[in-house]
């Protein structure tokens, strides 16, 4: 029996667990990425488990999300994440230099190769034939030193591509039409691989556009095969030496499959307030458009950037229209400045902003009150453009340069003949803002930069026998981490996690922090009760670190996301499901609530059942994890399971 090309990976790295059964694997990371945001707090981990270096073939730490620098913060993260590279043998890129998941794609990405990100989308890598994972800081940190990754045995779901794409409908387009019919919700556990003759004519660049909104479609990650194109992305980065041929099998076997054909598709837009709520750019036609941004780790490569330069060529901007385009990286920056290219965007009346995330995660570009914004990222959660009127619509390029001229929405097939971008056969490389870590000999003596705005990683406690305390809070469907922890302008406090606590769950009610520490303060515990799909994008560890700062210990959903609810297992917090959904309507806020004998039903494996005071009810929970995961919890988090183990 064939096999596809995720079991091809996932044999050649498997550290612990069966492919074929058993509930989760331990998996060997070759690469590992941080952002800046994650980054820190990854780091302090690692640094608490007293490894002089790092154990991976490559790990690098990225500067892309906190840019601004509205007072000090930023600036000391930065200075701590260069410093701990330099020491623990990593390269550090320098803000400017670029998005990480553009970036690592141009520079470091290898076909075959693992690597896990502290951030959502690394999936992004997938274009490139990698297996690319996103998970918390503190799964990095394990990595790092040279741990396995766990996570539950896979399905994988074939995503068989056939025609080719006609003029005007982009890369975008095909993971619109993959989030219509999957849906944000249910494909957890899933691996989404790319098959059929249509793949052939995609680039890597087109690829990664599609396995970077992977992420939003809740898998673990995507994946397309490594074939010509990728050698061609890769001579082009003067890393041919890299390719490496990987396909799946001719009769490998998928657990599902769904099938696009490329020919029929036209472009699509995702509407507010969820990348799924997919409608046809057609049918939108002629909504007026305050705001057109182009950038983010979903679409900035230099063929986006040329294109909307080759749209924009001798028109201008609609007067009504603020446009803003950020290149994803450097190199794309420093190409397209080098042919002129940037010079029509200018002259068209576009707003040049950095290489880095900037308005895709609410650092500035808030629209104003109600206005529409189409965007070429891939999310449009509910005030997350940092305006919580504001709609946003997810597009790609091409119908957003057609829509900044317009000043309403169009349909870019009405700009006539397609537009050939000619991709060089050589990138400007320029790896110069990229930090070589200190040779191993004096590494020992490096000092690690600390300004006050670092703390110290948190310290959880064992679990208790039984949990007694109040739903602090409740809560619908989809609730995000961007929800439970706001990013925007409160990104600076990542590394301070007493203060980055006081905003959990602000923008849905600004009380529950206070709320929080109140109860904690007097030894009552904190339940989160949520509908499903709980914790669904960021890959944000703080969405858990805060939540037990402020002494929540258990959340109770219908249903959790992935990295969400091993975040929660890794901080201690236990997450539960109903068995019966329909218990939710059980719970109000500030019920109180008990665990009893929790730890002894987690040690046993019992059933955990909820006893809920305020109604004198009984509620039958699910704990649905691992039994490494078991330990992890009954020990407080996976700092003190580690500490444990050595
Ligand atoms: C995002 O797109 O939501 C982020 C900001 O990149 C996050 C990471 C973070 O919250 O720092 C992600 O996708 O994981
Ligand atoms: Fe940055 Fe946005 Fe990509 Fe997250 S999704 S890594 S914020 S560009």
Redesign the pocket.
């Known amino acids: 029996m064939g096999k596809n090309l995720v079991e091809k990976i996932l044999e050649k790295h498997l550290m612990d667990g069966n492919l074929k059964s058993g509930d989760e694997i331990g998996v060997k990371i070759d690469q590992t990425l941080t952002?800046d945001a994650t980054g820190t707090m990854a780091y302090l981990q690692f640094e608490s488990m007293g490894v002089p270096r790092v154990k991976t073939a490559l790990s690098v730490s990225y500067v892309?999300?906190n840019t601004l620098q509205q007072g000090f913060e930023n600036a000391d993260d930065h200075r701590y994440l260069q410093s701990f590279s330099y020491k623990y043998g990593l390269l550090y890129s320098k803000a400017g230099n670029g998005?990480?998941?553009q970036v690592n794609l141009e520079r470091y990405g290898k076909p075959g190769w693992t690597l896990l990100g502290s951030?959502s989308?690394t999936p992004t890598g997938g274009g490139l034939g990698m297996l690319a994972i996103g998970a918390g800081g503190l799964d990095i940190a394990v990595a790092m030193a040279g741990g396995a990754f766990y996570m539950p045995r896979p399905k994988t779901l074939q995503v068989k591509l056939t025609g080719k794409l006609q003029p005007w409908v982009s890369a975008k387009d095909i993971i619109l039409k993959v989030l219509e019919i999957l849906t944000t919700k249910g494909n957890v556990g899933y691996i989404l691989e790319y098959t059929g003759e249509g793949v052939d004519s995609l680039t890597v660049p087109q690829r990664a556009t599609i396995t970077n909104m992977g992420a939003e479609v809740g898998v673990t990650t995507s994946i397309f095969p490594s074939d010509e194109q990728t050698r061609l992305f890769l001579k082009a980065q003067g890393r041919e030496e890299d390719w490496i041929q990987l396909s799946a099998d001719s009769d490998a076997i998928y657990d599902k499959t769904i099938e696009i054909d490329l020919n029929r598709l036209e472009p699509l837009i995702a509407k507010p307030h969820s990348p799924d709520n997919i409608d046809t750019v057609a049918n939108l036609k002629g909504t007026k458009v305050h705001q057109v941004l182009v950038g983010?780790?979903t679409n900035s490569s230099y063929y986006d950037l040329m294109l909307v330069a080759s749209v924009l060529k001798g028109k201008k901007v609609h007067p009504d229209v603020s446009f803003g385009v950020a290149p994803g990286s450097r190199q794309v920056f420093q190409m397209i400045a080098a042919n002129g290219a940037l010079g029509d965007i200018i002259l068209s009346g576009a707003r040049i902003l950095e290489s880095a995330?900037g308005f895709?995660?609410g650092a500035g570009q808030a629209p104003g009150h109600n206005e529409v914004s189409l965007r070429t990222?891939?999310?449009n959660f509910e005030g997350r453009s940092g305006t919580k009127t504001a709609q946003v619509h997810l597009v790609s390029p091409e119908v957003a340069v057609a829509s900044a001229i317009a000043g309403v929405i169009a349909d870019p097939r009405d700009l006539g003949e397609a537009i050939n971008v000619e991709i060089p056969e050589t990138f400007r490389i320029d790896d110069s803002m990229v930090i070589e870590p200190a040779d191993i000999s004096f590494a020992n003596s490096v000092e690690i930069l600390r300004g006050p705005n670092i703390g110290l990683p948190p310290q959880t406690d064992p679990l208790q026998n039984s949990i007694s305390g109040v739903a602090t809070i409740k809560l619908g469907d989809k609730i995000t981490t961007d929800h439970i922890m706001p990013a925007g302008a409160r990104l600076k406090f990542r590394s301070n996690i007493p203060k980055y606590s006081e905003y959990v769950f602000e923008g849905v009610d600004s009380q529950f922090s206070t709320r929080s520490s109140e109860n904690r303060d007097k030894g009552v515990a904190n339940f989160i009760i949520a509908g499903s799909s709980y914790g669904q994008g960021s890959s944000r560890e703080h969405a858990a670190i805060c939540p037990m700062y402020l002494g929540v210990k258990a959340v109770i959903v219908k249903s959790f996301e992935r990295i969400h609810k091993a975040n929660l297992i890794n901080f201690g917090i236990v997450p539960l499901t109903f068995v019966n959904e329909d218990d939710y309507n059980k719970i109000e806020q500030s019920d109180e609530l008990i665990l009893e004998n929790i730890e002894i039903n987690i040690k046993e494996k019992k059933d955990i059942t909820l006893f809920n005071k305020t109604k004198n009810i009984s509620i039958e929970l699910n704990l649905d994890i691992s039994d490494r995961q078991r330990e992890i919890l009954l020990v407080g988090g996976t700092l003190n399971y580690m500490k444990k183990q050595q």
């Open positions: 952002q892309d999300h998005i990480c998941h951030d989308h983010s780790c995330c895709c995660i990222n891939n999310r």
